[in-house]
């Protein structure tokens, strides 16, 4: 049966199978009820998954890992392995399937717990339930979310294409036939893509109507095309980004000539603000000028945008939301792109209502537009919904390295004994993955991904040509009855808030919140095996779980299945199960490997760098956002919340076991600040 937020849920026997659908992908969480796994005979051996889709026999889904073929560190592309899950099933509670066509009709599946016999890989099966999904229904008729495919499903689009290039060979260039590559970007590109030249074609089909667009990373051809039509035309505006590392040799140079030679210099202006103009945002006008429809998220008009990273769109078709947008664009347009007047404009100063609440048409939000003259108009309601979470926070951010309270705020919540929280987080030098227990892995260099990673992705990320997961999104209590969504095309950097345009929207919706969240949970697993994967040895290498397996005399599924382990609360929150009375989680926070990874200083006027850190992550903080910024140590808050937070615990908690396991939780706390 399906809830308020699409998902279905059955159970069969022993085992609850629940299936989230999300843009293109379902989550499927599975628990056994506790006890079982641990009766006689009841050795958990993983969960065997079959998909079937209307009209296509019913396939296994495959699993990575296997009991006998061994993955290390040094495994290639090439040589990976792929098992059929009903004989290698998966050793995890929780599973993440990207259909290859993604979710664009029912799609059923059908989970088989197995169990080990005995001693040994011998398995039998034990019960079975099955799931039909839906595809996700946004909720609101004028309010649309969509993701890109992204770098996740790279593996698929090696079986689809080939691995083929997603550009010609040579010097790049914004202007290239793209006939022979059209395929390949409607796959990558998915629903973000779709929804992008959906509102483009809209707005050709009414040829009365006005177009804004504002840019920051600008090379794709078709789009760069229809900018330059609705130029000439004589129905565009546009702004676009003129930062260090949009001038010289950049391929936005190029554009911006083309877009000029179509439009006339006196309808497009070149600004940065402060700093950069980081919106990504197309406008649709009527013949009056009113605005009617807007376009907007974290995904630049770019090749890399739009076919290699991890981005999301939102296409709200309401005059009120465009109308943000539009006093938004007329301000930069008339004041030069310029930060101090924009600051200065009611439009920045504070969030502006979409919806009071979710309806047939809207969902409950509200957009924040900048630069702002104080960074906590948008980011303090973004802290103050994190420190509050009630169950979990989920994450997908570029590393926000200016002074702010998110950062911060997600380091110490990862803290906190009763909340589920974990993310990934692009850094300077590569990709951190936040674990359950709250501890920040070390970061993976994009060196040893790129040898991980088949073209063209290798081609893409060699070089530091740019960011991976270019999300900026926060979900707090995706399953809970006050669900909310932070994204946008902000950083969640203060210095960012107050120098560049971009644009920060909250959503208090069941629905888009539980999309977010799958998407959350996609990339940390991804991301996550590639960590483990780094550290596997021909000695220690990675292979399933069985009775018997050398050097590992604990069951796979033993934490899940203990209070204390935060695999415990992940397995009740992702099944929909209420967590026992005086649950505390054992944490073990530790951030220090983003402070190590900090990037460098930044460098003087006039001389910025043109890497692609400079490019996708804001400088440090300006002198001024600095003064204004809270000093306090991430360690000592992250600590302090921590006690605060198992104290309550405890006193609800019966007993001193409980009593003394809850007080580990804080025995290892944040060892430094998180870097500004």
């Not at 089909?205 to 039509?229: G, H, N, R, T």
């Not at 209502?353 to 906590?376: C, E, F, G, M, Y």
């Not at 990037?599 to 992550?617: I, W």
């Not at 910024?629 to 615990?649: D, G, I």
């Amino acid at each position: 049966m399906a809830d308020e937020i699409g998902k279905e849920v059955t159970e069969s026997g022993a085992l609850r199978l629940v299936a989230y659908p999300g843009d293109n992908m379902v989550l499927l969480a599975m628990s056994i009820k506790d006890g079982e796994v641990a009766e006689a005979g009841k050795n958990l051996a993983g969960f065997a998954i079959w998909r079937s889709i209307q009209g296509k026999p019913e396939e296994a889904l495959l699993n990575r890992l296997s009991f006998d073929i061994a993955v290390t560190k040094d495994t290639q592309p090439a040589e990976r392995k792929w098992t059929p899950s009903s004989d290698a099933p998966f050793q995890k509670f929780r599973w993440v399937d990207v259909p290859a066509d993604g979710l664009v009709s029912p799609i059923s599946y059908r989970v088989v717990a197995k169990y080990f016999t005995g001693q040994g890989k011998a398995m039998r099966d034990g019960p079975s339930a099955t799931v039909t999904v839906q595809p996700p229904d946004r909720a609101d008729a004028k309010f649309r979310v969509a993701f890109t495919r992204g770098y996740a499903s790279s593996q698929a689009y090696a079986a689809k294409f080939h691995n083929a290039d997603i550009r010609p060979a040579g010097a790049k260039t914004p202007a290239f036939d793209t006939k022979p590559f059209l395929a390949q970007y409607i796959w990558l590109g998915a629903d973000a893509r779709k929804h992008l030249f959906a509102f483009i074609d809209e707005c050709k089909q009414d040829a009365q109507s006005k177009v804004d667009v504002l840019a920051y990373d600008l090379d794709e051809p078709d789009v760069i095309q229809a900018i330059c039509d609705f130029g000439k035309q004589k129905r565009l505006r546009a702004i676009l980004d003129n930062a260090p590392l949009h001038t010289g040799a950049a391929v936005e140079v190029q554009s911006a000539k083309l877009i000029k030679a179509a439009a006339g210099d006196a309808n497009v202006k070149q600004g940065h603000f402060a700093r950069f103009q980081h919106m990504k945002v197309f406008i649709k006008r009527d013949a009056g000028g009113k605005a009617q429809k807007v376009l907007f998220g974290s995904m630049n008009f770019s090749l890399r945008g739009l076919y290699v990273q991890a981005n999301n769109v939102m296409v709200v078709d309401d005059p009120t939301t465009a109308g943000y947008f539009a006093k938004a664009f007329d301000n930069a347009f008339a004041n030069d792109v310029k930060a101090a007047p924009f600051a200065k404009d009611p439009i920045a100063a504070g969030y502006n209502q979409i919806s009071a609440t979710s309806t047939a048409d809207l969902p409950n939000a509200r957009v924040a537009l900048s630069p702002h003259a104080d960074w906590k108009i948008s980011l303090g309601p973004a802290a103050d919904a994190i420190q509050h979470a009630q169950s979990s926070v989920l994450y997908a951010v570029m590393e926000p390295t200016g002074t702010g309270p998110v950062l911060q705020s997600l380091q110490t919540i990862a803290a906190k004994p009763v909340i589920f929280s974990y993310g990934t987080v692009e850094t300077a030098t590569g990709l951190a993955v936040q674990s359950g227990d709250g501890t920040m892995g070390a970061v993976t260099s994009f060196s040893y991904l790129k040898d991980k990673v088949p073209p063209p992705f290798d081609k893409e990320w060699s070089g530091g040509t740019g960011m991976h997961i270019h999300h900026k999104f926060v979900v707090i209590d995706f399953n809970g009855s006050n669900p909310v969504v932070f994204t946008g095309s902000s950083n969640l950097a203060a210095g960012g808030e107050e120098a560049n345009g971009d644009s920060l929207i909250m959503i208090k919706d069941p629905v888009i919140a539980s999309m977010y969240a799958i998407e959350a949970v996609r990339l940390f697993d991804h991301y996550a095996f590639r960590k483990y994967m780094e550290k596997a040895t021909v000695a220690k290498p990675l292979t399933l779980w069985f009775p018997g397996k050398a050097d590992a005399p604990t069951p796979w599924w033993k934490p899940f299945y203990t209070t204390t382990d935060i695999r415990f609360r992940d397995r009740y929150l992702f099944a929909g199960v209420p967590l026992p009375a005086g649950v505390v989680s054992v944490k073990n926070v530790d951030w220090t490997s983003l402070a190590s990874k900090a990037p460098p200083a930044k460098p003087p006027a006039g001389k910025q760098a043109k890497s692609s850190v400079t490019k996708k992550q804001a400088p440090k903080a300006t002198k001024k956002v600095a003064k204004k910024a809270p000093k306090k140590a991430v360690r000592k808050t992250a600590t302090k919340a921590v006690k605060k937070t198992v104290k309550k615990a405890v006193k609800k908690t019966a007993g001193k076991t409980t009593k003394k396991t809850a007080k580990k939780a804080v025995k290892k706390p944040a060892k430094k600040k998180a870097r500004k």
